[in-house]
């Protein structure tokens, strides 16, 4: 069903190169990213009150290509054995036609993702040593947006590096959470056949011709997709919120431009261009935000009124994790949870 090779030859040409840079410059970068992921570890672990352990996971500093080629080889690992499945049940002709499509698009895809992702904790990928997840920093995205904010770079590369830390924490403190998430790709995976994946690829065509206007969250519409969907989302809202809160927690005490940092980063992320708008919601993007601002506010209320340890229930378990309703409404999962 997809071409991987091909998808990842089609990221490579099409990725845009980052800011210009000294070979001196690039150095220095990566060294001060490396430095701020360290310095990162101690004040997330007091201030989310989560243990996990600091020298099992990889820090890769990576340019738009190596970044594209990561997820490649994560997302074929996740999604490899469900796609063979599909691909048993398909025509020859069409699974060679339909590869070589889908990893063209999805190549295309990483493409125009890799110039705007700063950071990122890849859970699902397992080193030669069995050590679950690994942390990527994209310095050309980091050093592009610090020089668009006007920011002091050594501020923002740690402020950055406070969110993905975050990200860290939650899976390595716990455990369960890889394979809760991975089952539920796998249960959704398991709910999608070869014409499901051929009406995602025509409506995501008719999309980019300006016929309809759709956001990937809504390509799979049959009611236990659209459960699972709403399982994901809500761990996703509560993942991404948590790191947000988090990275604004700590900032003061570390971050001395933190209030300029986010002032700026949020303006920004609010003055997006018409394309810009259009790009984020063909792939899903204005729903990741949603999810920032969604989860953040369940976090705060929460932490509100049971305190830090009486939120860190949520990590006890799949059931003690808040659904999406319960995002839209902590009052609902704080009374199921700490009645």
């Known amino acids: 069903m997809i071409d991987w090779r091909l998808a990842r030859s089609t990221g490579a040409r099409l990725s845009r190169p980052g800011p210009d840079v000294s070979p001196g410059q690039a150095a220095e970068v990566v060294e001060q990213l490396r430095v701020a992921a360290a310095r990162s570890q101690g004040p997330v672990r007091e201030y989310t009150g989560l243990a996990a352990p600091t020298d099992a996971t990889p820090i890769l500093v990576v340019d738009r290509p190596r970044w594209i080629e990561a997820n490649l080889g994560s997302f074929s690992g ?44 890849d859970p699902f990928w397992t080193g030669p040593r069995g050590e679950p997840g ?3 920093l994209v310095a050309p995205n980091i050093v592009q947006i610090e020089r668009k904010l006007e920011v002091d770079p050594a501020d923002f590369r740690l402020w950055v590096c406070l969110h993905e830390e975050t990200h860290r924490v939650q899976f390595t403190a716990n455990p369960w959470l890889r394979d809760h998430l991975r089952g539920i790709v796998q249960e959704f995976l398991d709910q999608t056949d070869s014409e499901s994946m051929a009406h995602v690829v025509e409506q995501i065509g ?4 300006g016929e309809i206007e759709l956001s990937l969250t809504e390509l799979f519409q049959t009611e236990e997709q659209r459960r699972l969907v709403g399982r994901a989302t809500g761990v996703m809202s ?9 990275m604004d927690g700590v900032g003061p005490e570390v971050v001395p431009t933190v209030a300029t940092i986010r002032r700026r980063f949020t303006q920004r992320r609010e003055k997006a261009s018409p394309v810009d708008r259009l790009v984020r919601k063909l792939l899903g993007m204005e729903g990741k935000l949603r999810q920032y601002k969604e989860g953040a506010e369940f976090v705060r209320a929460v932490v509100d009124r049971a305190g830090m340890d009486g939120f860190n229930a949520v990590w006890t378990s799949p059931e003690t994790l808040p659904s999406h309703e319960e995002i839209l409404d902590p009052e609902l999962w704080l009374s199921r949870i700490h009645a």
């Open 206 to 209: 008719r999309a980019l011709r």
């Open 238 to 246: 509560l993942l991404e919120g948590h790191a947000d809160v988090v």
């Open 134 to 136: 690994r942390l990527l």
């Open 78 to 121: 996740l999604l490899g054995p469900a796609l063979d499945k599909l691909d048993e049940r398909s025509n020859p002709m069409l699974r060679r036609v339909g590869g070589a499509v889908s990893g063209a698009e999805l190549g295309a895809v990483l493409a125009l993702v890799s110039s705007r992702v700063l950071g990122q904790y």
